[in-house]
């Protein structure tokens, strides 16, 4: 990786048109696309993550999609490492990399390092309380050794404390706390220009998520997560299983409840994703907040890009 060598990302909350002016950029520009996207790195998961077609890929060249099966595991190290050989390469070639997602954990490792662990979160804790309540510490415990079993090997049963933290790094990472321990800081090696889309009202954002879930089971999301119910060989507690949707339709799959609540679930869910983006982004003070869906982004982004050096102005 060339130190000092600038790329661009564009990120949000789900749902805040982040592909669509991308490809739009696209049309315009010389560029490929790094994919930030920690559900779009599984094969088969393509309509829930709305994944770009193969079309679309064919036409515009594509990167971190499609690279690993739903049993695998993948880290926010890999990603910086994966990521930024992906953009060293895009440069020789002449082209812009341009960065696309909302795994805002994966922009950190990238952009600043991989931070470490992420602070306590009310909310989680909360849930998990509850979980045990309803359940006990003990089985809490069980659960931590199906995500985690060498974190589960050395936290006791009975140690609450240390359970419920093992278990909060998983669901705001996605990753078991054993593995992100391991990972060698990665060191930032590149300069990352970042823009946030942001919807000027919350509220549009939530009628726009729940349109484009309706949307997703409309194009046969049902029968999506069916053929990878089917395998046989993946659990709800595997990350690409925990992505927003899928968990959801899963349950419904092994009647834990039916459709309507299972469709319920999944917009309450993607809606508290996008909130955790956005909080998140507030505290970002190295990101750019654009309003989403105005109608010149496009040529917005181009006139930064082109005063910025990152693009000729003929381009």
């Not at 974190?151 to 996605?174: F, K, M, N, W």
């Amino acid at each position: 990786m060339n130190a000092g060598l600038r790329c661009i990302c564009l990120t949000g909350p789900t749902a805040c048109g982040k592909t669509d002016l991308a490809l739009a950029l696209a049309e315009r520009i010389p560029l490929e696309i790094v994919s930030m996207d920690s559900a779009m790195v599984y094969r088969g998961l393509d309509i829930g993550t709305a994944k770009p077609s193969a079309a679309v890929r064919a036409s515009v060249p594509h990167h971190l999609i499609d690279i690993l099966d739903p049993s695998e595991a993948y880290s926010a190290g890999r990603f910086a490492r994966d990521a930024a050989a992906a953009i060293d390469a895009i440069a020789a070639r002449g082209r812009l990399p341009l960065l696309v997602g909302g795994t805002l954990l994966y922009l950190r490792a990238l952009r600043d390092g991989l931070a470490s662990l992420p602070h306590a979160d009310d909310s989680v804790r909360r849930q998990l309380d509850a979980d045990a309540a309803a359940t006990s510490w003990a089985i809490q415990h069980d659960r931590l050794r199906a995500i985690d079993p060498e974190a589960a090997a050395r936290i006791s049963p009975a140690d609450r404390q240390r359970i419920q933290r093992a278990l909060e790094v998983y669901v705001l990472t996605g990753q078991p706390l054993s593995q992100l321990q391991r990972e060698a800081k990665v060191a930032p090696a590149l300069h990352v220009q970042t823009i946030a889309l942001v919807p000027a009202q919350r509220a549009d954002l939530a009628e726009r998520i729940e349109r484009r879930f309706d949307a997703m089971v409309a194009s046969g999301l049902v029968a999506e997560v069916e053929r990878l119910y089917a395998r046989g060989d993946l659990a709800p507690e595997m990350p690409s299983m925990r992505a927003v949707g899928y968990r959801q339709i899963w349950g419904y799959l092994n009647k834990s409840y039916e459709w309507e609540e299972a469709r319920r679930r999944a917009i309450v869910a993607t809606r508290q994703y996008a909130k955790r983006q956005l909080t998140w982004l507030r505290g970002d003070t190295h990101c750019e907040v654009w309003p989403a869906f105005a109608p010149d982004l496009i040529s917005r982004c181009v006139r930064h890009l082109t005063l910025g050096g990152m693009i000729d102005a003929t381009s």
